[in-house]
């Protein structure tokens, strides 16, 4: 830059400390730019690493539960097997639960053919969640004119009404009854699928029902459920576990409810089975903190196949 020096001439001025600050403002403004991309690109790497490790725990979860469920299976596994827990490391292993289908009510199995004894279990499992009367009237009413194979409703049925059409047929689902005209005050209830079942032989299991269920039984007393219940406990009192009393046959345990007279053992013979196979299987695989669920009914059995019912994954 050109100045006018006090004695007349010019001189060259030399480049001032302004420069120099707006060099250095470029360059720290470029190492910053430079500084965010680096850490915006490990961001990025470090998302994808966790994605690809998620997936990796979501798969390693997903084969526990299979092998979970592939144990369960096994015909010499019951619910008390120690087995149905089990630990590969500290973050990865599967937990099963298994619950028997025979000591749940089976709708159809209870509903068909109209036999009053069965219907009338079944009426009176509804006076236990507390429908009242014409509640319970209508929605077993409604449920038969649902399952059997006529258009025919009855007396306080409906088969046809509006855009509503019962399925003449058997149910085929526990959750398709809260698509039957009259179901609202049972399916508003909590948790009442529970003790219903479409998979189950039939028959009621004696080994596997809840005090609930077996009160459903004509014929059986209070203190024959409670005898029975305490047998079936084991030694510690607590059911489902490894001590839990395995019954030998069918007339056992009628002896340990106090059913003795071959009328009474007839008559509960119709209604009622011994170590149903029929289970209800939920099998939870985790690996590190991903978890993954299957949940299927088999028909468990002396061979190595078991007829699977239902697969939920």
């Known amino acids: 830059m050109l100045s006018r020096h006090h004695s007349g001439g010019l001189i060259c001025r030399k480049p001032g400390r302004h420069n120099a600050g707006s060099t250095l403002m470029i360059v720290f403004w470029a190492i910053l730019l430079l500084s965010a991309a680096i850490i915006a690109w490990a961001q990025w790497i470090y998302r994808d690493l966790a994605i690809h490790a998620d997936a990796n725990h979501a798969l390693e979860a997903r084969a526990m539960a299979h092998s979970g469920i592939t144990m369960a299976l096994n015909p010499m596994v019951n619910k008390t097997t120690p087995e149905l827990r089990h630990d590969f ?124 269920v077996l009160r459903l039984i004509p014929g059986l007393s209070e203190g024959g459920i409670q005898l029975l219940l305490k047998k079936r406990q084991g030694p510690d009192g607590v059911e489902g576990t490894q001590d839990d009393y395995v019954f030998q046959s069918q007339e056992e345990v009628m002896f340990y409810l106090g059913v003795t007279s071959p009328q009474q053992q007839q008559a509960l013979t119709a209604l009622t089975t011994f170590n149903d196979k029929t289970m209800h299987i939920t099998c939870v695989g985790h690996s590190g903190k991903v978890s993954r669920q299957l949940e299927i009914v088999a028909r468990k059995g002396g061979g190595t196949n078991s007829p699977i019912l239902f697969w939920k994954e």
């Open 89 to 212: 490391a500290a973050d990865l292993g599967y937990e099963v639960r298994m619950i028997s289908e025979g000591g749940k009510l089976n709708v159809n199995w209870l509903l068909q053919g109209e036999d009053p004894t069965k219907v009338a279990i079944f009426k009176h499992w509804l006076e236990q969640k507390g429908l009242k009367q014409q509640e319970r009237d209508i929605l077993t009413d409604c449920l038969l004119d649902w399952i059997d194979a006529d258009n025919l409703a009855h007396l306080n049925g409906v088969e046809d009404r509006g855009t509503y059409h019962a399925a003449n047929r058997p149910l085929l689902s526990v959750d398709e009854i809260a698509q039957v005209w009259g179901s609202a005050p049972l399916t508003h209830l909590p948790n009442w699928k529970d003790e219903l079942t479409i998979y189950s032989n039939g028959p009621i299991d004696l080994t596997a029902a809840s005090a609930e």
